[in-house]
């Protein structure tokens, strides 16, 4: 089954502790995106990669960090995470077809609370 | 002023209504656009593409005006299965690729 899996659903953790979320995808997609969601904002871009090894910022990557060392894994690094970083985020990745791209397909998300 | 605006609603609709969205985006190097549903807490999926000519899917009615730069969504013979978020999301290549998102606006239709 194609699927954008991310992995924990739901984690608690405490300031300043790093962590990872991870996200995976079985569709062979060029294009691989992180988003966070919250009420009243909409989804909110943080940082995409267009293809392995080229990563870039997007609209709120303040205290992210991403790699992208294979073509099917995008993981989302938080150092040192902060309370105002509790939040819904959410996983993407697309197909690139000359030159534009698919819709996204979305993981199921992670619920990050940060006390 | 956000790049993608929607109003937020909520919009409260009899079954059986017809009932309309518009989105606005502000940037004119915006190259493709999406209609996508997002049920509570869960992820957003793709509802529906929209092109220039207008497309229907349905129930479900888009249009483009590149001109205006806005999106509709139409919505007709609502259902229940039908309330939820709908998303107005606008792709641009100027400056890398981005997927800007609007805040949603929410439905929810009542038997």
């Known amino acids: 089954e194609a699927q954008v899996t991310q992995n924990p659903r739901y984690l608690i953790t405490v300031t300043g502790k790093k962590l990872t979320v991870t996200c995976s995808q079985n569709?062979?997609?060029?294009?691989m995106s992180w988003y966070r969601q919250d009420p009243g904002l909409g989804l909110r871009q943080i940082y995409y990669s267009m293809n392995v090894e080229v990563t870039d910022k997007g609209d709120v990557p303040e205290g992210y960090k991403v790699s992208r060392k294979e073509k099917r894994n995008f993981p989302l690094i938080l150092e040192s995470p902060s309370p105002n970083q509790t939040s819904l985020y959410f996983c993407?990745?697309?197909?690139?077809?000359?030159?534009?791209?698919?819709?996204?397909?979305f993981g199921n998300g992670t619920r990050l609370t940060v006390t | 002023r956000k790049e993608v605006e929607q109003d937020p609603g909520p919009f409260n609709v009899p079954e059986g209504a017809t009932v309309a969205f518009n989105c606005t985006y502000s940037n004119s190097a915006s190259q493709s656009f999406f209609w996508y549903r997002q049920d509570c807490r869960k992820e957003p999926k793709l509802l529906m593409s929209v092109y220039s000519s207008g497309n229907e899917d349905g129930r479900f009615t888009a249009q483009l005006n590149r001109a205006s730069q806005y999106i509709s969504l139409l919505i007709r013979d609502s259902k229940l299965s039908d309330s939820a978020t709908y998303l107005c999301v606008v792709n641009r290549g100027t400056g890398g690729f981005k997927t800007i998102f609007g805040a949603g606006t929410r439905l929810f239709v009542k038997a």
């Open positions: 993407a990745s697309s197909l690139s077809v000359g030159g534009s791209y698919s819709p996204l397909h």
């Open positions: 569709m062979n997609h060029e294009y």
